[in-house]
T-cell receptor, first 111, second 114 residues
Framework: GENVEQHPSTLSVQEGDSAVIKCTYSDSASNYFPWYKQELGKGPQLIIDIRSNVGEKKDQRIAVTLNKTAKHFSLHITETQPEDSAVYFCAGSGGYNKLIFGAGTRLAVHP | DTGVSQNPRHKITKRGQNVTFRCDPISEHNRLYWYRQTLGQGPEFLTYFQNEAQLEKSRLLSDRFSAERPKGSFSTLEIQRTEQGDSAMYLC????????????FGEGSRLTVL
């Protein structure tokens, strides 16, 4: 089955800097790769996703890149703000019917 | 659209007791998922329903766990003879469509087994 590994587990940046979180997946059949943000006491919320027929997708300050050959994908956040502080999870579509999540990255943005 | 609703939000129980969690998905969402999340980890897949049919169960779901979605709307997750290792956040999510897409998560039900 699908296995998703995520790095780093914690990331600390200064406000205005960029943040990059990387994930690798094992199942070459996976075709959907979302990123979720989870704030304290809340459920995860989708922030951006990408399908395997696309190499890059951007939405304002966030972007995701996908390298199918290497089986890795990354989340890029530019011009970070304190409200970006949260735990971020990547996921892969193991078995086409469910998402398999990485262990998460705790991002802290310092003013 | 009121989002995915989970009840209760918190449950404290003694080891050996049974507990039941309820999830009300976004109306018209045909898929419903249960995940478990422990501190510092990502959500772990437990099971999923398409309408009322339970189509997949994780190996994590021992025979003490049972989930139902009797009319294809709300779902319940029951844990029998709880153990301390069952302490976790139980997340419900729903989605619409035939292929894997965005999951809309509830705020979770936190279980503490003493």
């Amino acid at each position: 089955g699908e296995n998703v590994e995520q790095h780093p587990s914690t990331l600390s940046v200064q406000e205005g800097d960029s943040a990059v979180i990387k994930c690798t997946y094992s199942d070459s059949a996976s075709n959907y790769f979302p990123w979720y943000k989870q704030e304290l006491g809340k459920g995860p919320q989708l922030i951006i996703d990408i399908r395997s027929n696309v190499g890059e997708k951007k939405d304002q300050r966030i972007a995701v890149t996908l390298n199918k050959t290497a089986k890795h994908f990354s989340l890029h956040i530019t011009e970070t703000q304190p409200e970006d502080s949260a735990v971020y999870f990547c996921a892969g579509s193991g078995g086409y019917n469910k998402l398999i999540f990485g262990a998460g990255t705790r991002l802290a943005v310092h003013p | 659209d009121t989002g995915v609703s989970q009840n209760p939000r918190h449950k404290i129980t003694k080891r050996g007791q049974n507990v039941t969690f309820r999830c009300d998905p976004i109306s018209e969402h045909n898929r419903l998922y249960w995940y478990r999340q422990t501190l510092g980890q990502g959500p772990e897949f437990l099971t999923y329903f398409q309408n009322e049919a339970q189509l997949e169960k994780s190996r994590l779901l021992s025979d003490r766990f049972s989930a139902e979605r009797p009319k294809g709307s709300f779902s319940t997750l029951e844990i029998q003879r709880t153990e301390q290792g069952d302490s976790a956040m139980y997340l419900c999510a729903s989605s619409f469509g035939e292929n894997t897409g965005e999951l809309f998560f509830g705020e979770g039900s936190r279980l503490t087994v003493l």
